[in-house]
């Protein structure tokens, strides 16, 4: 067989297959370069989910006849000198013009600012045409027509126009959070028109536009900085969280990233505060010198690889539990809204079929309107205008003022109060001046509503309680070692050495877990002790599943996760039952405990342990405001 050279466009249509593997790339590819070239506005228009037509218009800096007929010949590029230690750009392998131009039907339209005459070139199927005068608007138009028509076997594993359109849609969401200054609009005959106007340096409105405005009242800002390494960006709270990870999002250097090891830190920064199956919602933007990290790892450039992954793995799961510990425990807003809309009539509205029961209300009504003097619930005399109180009750003031007789719930009880004097106890800070302010009731022997200063809260005491025994556990258990127990017969563990390795590499980590193992020659380990809190368990299982951890996601959660979940279950079963009627003080000390530990806003399985009403709220359900 001989060795022979392929031609220039079989050569682009292999490299197709990597750059270019569904219109949702070429998007990504083309606004990438629109963006190097210093757009400020990009209009993104498709057809038949971008394998019809799709057009990147931009209004940056354009091109010159010389770089425009270089732009479509593979490896040509103006974003490397000679190195690629210093990659300041989106795009810089030169490929994705001429790798479209393989297998579709790409014109470009160019005019730099200033000058009056625009330039067009056209690549059909591989095959060039040469540059030609065109009129043009400042920047440049890149129109990409039949998308894999010169590889018709690639149409085959494309998806349906729907979710191809859907795929360009989360690349245009994911570059215009990069990039909060662009003004991006995305249109078509397959979509509604999507625009995110350019919000400048106020990152957080532009996430409130692709996230949705929820997100601005349930996110937690991030800045911190370890070494040559800055995060930045927003952390949604625990309670405020979604069925999959697809609202997580993560920049580098500007760069849209979709890196394992980035999302396995998100992960491990929320553990035991969002239940399984629940995914936070972040939007993290890292800072870096460029020759820590190689941004030429694929042709796409979706991973990633860090200098020093460890570094940056810890910077994020740090300074996302540092901002969960300072605000994470508030409720998300949804909750209220949900509440809200709980309380709203079906109809839409107060008036008319009553309140969310169909016809039930204006079955009950009366045939004749309410009378005064022939009400049973008249007051039975007056004295002026005033009701007399002692002639029958009615409404008088003295028999409204029940509540009069006795104290309002004090934030403190008697024992922590250390038989204060009444004096002293007067001059406390008022109840409701505490942020989960004073128990004013308890509804159905479970549920303690508290009035602060700008609404009420409801509080699930179970959920609550079982947050704070838990709480309690976790740090006795992190305050010292984890007892083991030593086994009678050790567990031989026959695993690959590079599993081994790993697993020696953490050897004093699980330790310090009650979990002892040692090498037993190269191709197995031998477990000594378990945790004693485990009891009897499966030891083979376990050391199986934290090699498979640390080979995918290079840590290992399995064993804490497992003591993290028996601590919960007792927690569960040793805190306050529903049913059980607390005391003023007891709701009360419960309120002030829960404002003094972290994590306190949800329960060991994610839910939330409180829901917080703003007065404007309960003003809006009854049309007040």
């Known amino acids: 067989m001989i060795i022979k050279q392929l031609p220039e466009t079989l050569i682009n249509q292999i490299a197709a297959g990597e750059v270019i593997e569904r219109p949702a790339s070429a998007a990504k590819e083309l606004i990438e370069n629109a963006i190097d070239a210093g757009a400020t506005r990009i209009e993104i228009a498709t057809a038949g989910g971008g394998k019809g037509l799709l057009r990147v218009t931009d209004n940056g800096a354009g091109m010159t006849p010389g770089d425009l007929e270089l732009a479509v010949r593979r490896h040509c590029t103006s974003k490397l000198s000679e190195s690629l230690f210093d990659i300041r750009t989106l795009g810089f392998r030169g490929e994705a013009l001429p790798s479209i131009g393989s297998v579709a039907r790409l014109s ?191 042709p796409a450039k979706a991973d990633v690889r860090f200098r020093d992954p460890q570094l940056v793995r810890g910077l994020i799961i740090g300074a996302i539990r540092e901002a969960l510990a300072r605000e994470g425990d508030r409720a998300a807003t949804t909750g209220a809204g949900g509440l809200m809309r709980a309380f709203r009539p079906e109809g839409g509205g107060m008036a008319g079929a009553g309140f969310g029961h169909g016809a039930g209300f204006a079955a009950a009504r009366p045939a004749s309107p309410w009378n005064a003097d022939g009400s049973p619930s008249r007051p039975l005399s007056f004295a002026g205008n005033t009701v007399s109180a002692r002639s029958g009750g009615g409404f008088g003031e003295v028999a409204q003022g029940g509540f009069a007789d006795f104290a309002a719930p004090s934030a403190r009880t008697t024992l922590e109060r250390g038989g204060e004097t009444p004096a002293e106890a007067a001059t406390e800070a008022p109840a409701e001046s505490f942020p989960l302010g004073a128990a004013r009731a308890q509804l159905h022997e479970n549920y303690i509503v508290a009035q602060t200063k700008t609404g009420i809260v409801i509080v699930d005491q179970h959920a609550a309680h079982e947050r704070l025994v838990f709480e309690a556990m976790r740090k006795g258990l992190a305050e010292r070692a984890i007892p083991a127990q030593a086994l009678l017969i050790p567990e031989i563990i026959d695993l690959p050495e590079e599993d081994c390795d790993r697993l020696m590499a953490h050897a004093d980590s699980f330790s310090r877990l009650g979990l002892g193992i040692e090498r037993f020659g190269p191709g197995a380990v031998c477990v000594r002790e378990t945790p004693s809190m485990l009891g009897e368990m499966d030891a083979v299982g376990l050391v199986r599943q934290l090699a498979d951890e640390l080979a995918e996601w290079d840590t290992a959660g399995g064993l804490a996760a497992r003591l993290d979940y028996l601590a919960a279950t007792m927690a569960c079963h040793g805190s306050v039952r529903s049913g059980r009627r607390l005391r003023p003080e007891e709701m009360n000390a419960l309120l002030r405990q829960m404002e003094a530990t972290p994590g306190s806003g949800q329960c060991n399985h994610g839910r939330p342990t409180y829901i917080e009403l703003k007065l404007s709220d309960i003003e809006r359900l009854f049309g007040r405001s």
């Open 108 to 298: 470009i339209t160019t005019r730099q600012p200033g000058t009056a005459e625009g330039y067009e070139i056209a690549v059909e199927g591989g095959a060039l045409k040469p540059v030609r005068p065109a009129a043009a608007n400042p920047g440049t138009v890149v129109e990409v027509r039949d998308l894999f028509f010169a590889t018709p076997a690639r149409l085959k594993f494309l998806k349906s126009e729907r979710a191809e359109a859907a795929a360009i849609t989360e690349v245009v969401r994911r570059m215009a959070l990069a990039f909060p200054a662009i003004r991006f609009v995305l249109s078509g005959s397959d979509r509604t028109t999507l625009e995110f106007s350019g919000a400048g340096d106020d990152r957080l409105a532009r996430i409130a536009q692709v996230i949705g405005k929820d997100f601005r009242d349930n996110a937690i800002g991030l800045d911190a900085a370890r070494e040559d390494v800055r995060l930045t960006g927003f952390a949604g709270v625990p309670t405020y969280n979604r069925g999959n990870s697809l609202q997580q999002y993560a920049f580098v250097n500007g760069r849209p990233v979709q890196d394992k090891l980035i999302l396995s830190a998100i992960r491990g920064a929320y553990a035991e505060t969002i239940p399984q199956g629940r995914y936070p919602v972040a939007v993290l933007a890292i800072e870096i010198d460029p020759a820590l990290v190689d941004v030429n790892v694929h």
